[in-house]
């Protein structure tokens, strides 16, 4: 396993695939992949909001500058497991993402305001100033089962396939299982697309031949829209 990157800057572009899509794309691919770092492995995001959902709300709005923070482990980890802290934004199209390794444990109590880590350094301190401006508690939490491929002339090229995308409101820790309600249609496969500069020539080829286009999904997004702000607003009917 290769040295854990905590610091990323690149484009991300996503796509909804049929599974018939998918497979097409799949076999086109082949010849230019092979396994990434965490190939398959289940995808596990605990997200972070306001009480009033402030974050999602100014994200779908699209702006131009946009920030979350969110809890992410590969795998269902026990407290003592290491997960991600992640603090992400993207500013003119241009994602960018800090992220701090803990103990799972450790990191809920950091982000429920109990104590800080361990350890100190620059990424923990922009995290802090972020908790600062943002009383944010868990909202939602979001599960996939992912394969990740890298482009093997260039590394640093990404795909990753997420299938069976689920979600839930109650058992809000990463801790708790991976186990949620469908948050796309049956079959449906999220493709992203993380490059570092320009995607090459001959994958835009591959990608306009099969006529895929980019879309604006958020997994978080996708799960306030579709459930989240439903609940809200009843809830603001019966006050």
Not at 20 to 31: K, M, N, T
Not at 61 to 76: A, D, Q
Not at 172 to 201: F, H, N, R, Y
């Amino acid at each position: 396993m290769g040295e854990t990157t905590l610091t990323f800057k690149r484009y991300e572009k996503k796509y909804l695939l049929s599974a018939e899509a998918y497979a097409r794309l799949l076999a086109q691919l082949r010849p230019h992949i092979e396994p990434d770092e965490y190939f398959q492995s289940t995808v596990c995001s605990l997200y972070y909001d306001t009480e009033d959902c402030r974050l999602i709300r100014h994200s779908i709005e699209g702006p131009v500058y946009k920030e979350k923070l969110r809890l992410r482990s590969y795998g269902v980890p026990g407290p003592e497991d290491t997960v991600f802290v992640e603090l992400k934004k993207k500013y003119k199209g241009i994602v960018y993402k800090r992220r701090v390794t803990l103990p799972a444990a450790e990191a809920a109590r950091w982000l429920r305001g109990e104590g800080d880590p361990a350890e100190d350094g620059q990424m923990i301190r922009e995290i802090d100033w972020f908790l600062r401006q943002n009383p944010v508690r868990p909202r939602a939490f979001i599960a996939c089962e992912r394969t990740a491929w890298r482009v093997v002339d260039e590394p640093e090229l990404r795909i990753t396939f997420d299938e069976h995308l689920r979600w839930r409101e109650e058992d809000l820790d990463l801790c708790a299982g991976s186990a949620g309600e469908p948050l796309t249609e049956e079959g449906q496969v999220l493709m992203e697309l993380k490059i570092p500069t320009a995607a090459p020539l001959w994958l835009a080829r591959l990608l306009s031949d099969e006529a895929l286009f980019p879309t604006s999904f958020s997994k978080y997004g996708s799960a306030y829209r579709g459930h989240i702000l439903q609940e809200i607003f009843e809830v603001t009917q019966h006050a």
